[in-house]
């Protein structure tokens, strides 16, 4: 059977991920396509419940290596749980958030040790490497501004309460894994109105799943 395609998408806070997720899941579905949208932390029953331990601070006195392990323990049961198993069947899975949150979040702005990271990324995601990679980049002010006005309340949870400065680091580092990795990542400004990000983030699937598709076909005729 035809492999699926893995989809993720990466950004700071308030970037219009699940708005945009929700929108290209609606618009692939309409080609009678398998979609599976999926988010981290969490995705599977098991890494739900991890997802609570870190977005309400739980972990966070224990700090960032604890945390780094929990967000590595949560990404590889809904890889194998949810993922891997809808990609093999043939979907197309779009994931808010991924390995390269941890990179970034735990990584960079964390400080812990690349090699240390490297290892935890290589068991979390155990071969099931994005084939698409799309960064939504904002200014960390404008982002912050839309996820306090989503929220209404006022309560941010975990991360959104850091300084502005962290932010920044973080937006640069996204930055900088697409610089490196172009072959997978495609960097999209998320400044503009909801449907022109649409419209750039439908052509960056479309292109990745019909390269797929093509070399799939190629490979099954060979
Ligand atoms: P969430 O409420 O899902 O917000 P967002 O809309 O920003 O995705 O919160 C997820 C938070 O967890 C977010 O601040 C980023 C953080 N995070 C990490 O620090 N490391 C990770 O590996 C992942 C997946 C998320």
Redesign the pocket.
Known sequence: MKRGIFITFEGG?GAG??TQIRTLAVAIRETGRDVVVT???GGSPGAEAVRHV??SGAAEPFGPAMEALL?AAARSDHVEQVIRPAVERGAIVLC???LD??RV??GVTGNLEPAFMRTLEKVAINGMMPDLTIILDLDPEEGLRRATARRGDGSA?R??KETLEIHWQRREAFLDIARAEPERCVVIDATRLPEEVAAEVAEAAYRAIERHDDETTEAGAA
Do not use: A, N, T
Request: net charge negative; charged share 40%.
């Open positions: 806070e991920k699940s988010r981290e932390p870190l977005l967000f808010d958030r991924f949150s941890s979040y735990q949870d991360y959104e």
